[in-house]
């Protein structure tokens, strides 16, 4: 999962763990168990989060009735992710600590590395950094002997992550890039465009402006073909903020409405009223009264709405 950014927020990604048995000797029941996990982050990208959660909540009582530990580990896993997203790294920790006890348990590098990588994301969005970069490590040897590919992009997205917080700008860009190129390898657009859009943001602050204009728009466009709602109202925030910094006020106030437009379809009312704010300030610096009187009304809607009664 690609973590909402606004701003110059980066953006994390969180490995989708399969460590499961062989499907040719997976029973029916617990065939249904890894199923349920694909639903779940079918739902994730879809950016409905309450109905991901049930899914994966089914799957972890189900893997249970089975006893079956690499479905649980995995479920959990899966519940863990959805405590990230939500703001809640302490939860999630905790859930993948579960996770964690009976991956090795089992004895499976490839399942246990996979919860290192989730474990080190909750330590990562808790500002645990060390600690979260040590995990990453930790997982990425481990993937890198059972060849997962995905969960290597993913901790290397991750840990440039940790480069860029540290100040280490070129490492952290070498590790966008090397995760950008596995993803490239894989077909993974997801994985593209949030490692695209992590190079963006380094081109961005060091003041490339159309390098990272040219980034965010093929982020835009990959997310648009992946249909992954919540990164693509984050993209056109992006592009309405580089465009606003290039001076192109007009190509800024379309992309800053239309990231109000996406923010407000999903229900995120702070993001929606960030862009809107935005829109309203570039129609009023270009004249636009129409415009400005249009979008006025339309904040002053949505902050009765979220108003105390």
């Known amino acids: 999962m690609r973590a909402e950014s606004a701003g110059l927020a980066a953006v994390l990604l969180v490995t989708a763990c399969a460590g499961g048995a062989p499907k040719d000797t997976v029973p029916p029941l617990a065939a249904q168990v890894r199923q349920l996990h694909v639903q779940g982050h079918r739902l994730l990208e879809q950016g409905d989060r309450e109905q991901a959660r049930e899914v994966f909540e089914d799957a972890r009582q189900l893997a249970e009735s089975l006893d079956d530990l690499a479905g649980l580990a995995q479920a959990l896993n899966d519940l863990g992710a959805v405590a990230s997203l939500e703001g809640m790294p302490t939860n999630a920790a905790e859930l993948h600590r579960r996770a964690l006890a009976l991956a ?4 499976r ?15 990562q969005l808790s500002g645990q950094h060390d ?3 040590a995990l990453y490590e930790q997982a990425l040897a481990l993937v890198r002997q059972t060849d997962d590919r995905h969960s290597e992009s993913v901790l290397l997205n991750n840990i440039g992550l940790l480069e860029k917080s540290a100040g280490r700008v070129g490492q952290a860009e070498a590790s ?3 995760a950008l190129a ?16 992590n190079l963006g943001l380094i081109a961005e602050e060091a003041g490339r402006l159309e390098e990272a ?3 965010y728009e093929t982020a835009l466009a990959l997310d648009k073909a992946g249909e992954d709602r919540a990164s693509i109202a984050a993209d056109l925030a992006n592009l309405a903020r580089i465009a606003d910094a290039q001076n192109h006020k ?10 109000y437009w996406s923010y407000r379809s999903l229900g995120d009312t702070a993001r929606a009223l960030a862009e809107l704010h935005h829109a309203l300030a570039l129609s009023r610096a270009q004249g636009r009264e129409v415009d400005a009187k249009q979008l006025q ?3 002053n809607a949505l902050q009765d709405s979220v108003a105390p009664p």
């Open 176 to 178: 966008f890039q090397a």
């Open 131 to 133: 600690q979260a970069k």
């Open 109 to 123: 590098p490839g399942l246990v590395g996979e919860t290192l990588a989730h474990l080190g994301t909750a330590l």
């Open 104 to 107: 090795e348990k089992l004895g």
């Open 250 to 259: 007009d190509v800024a106030l379309a992309y800053a409405q239309r990231a």
């Open 213 to 215: 204009r040219m980034r």
């Open 297 to 299: 009304n339309e904040l």
């Open 182 to 197: 596995i993803n490239q390898a894989l077909g993974d657009s997801r994985g593209q465009a949030a490692n695209l859009v």
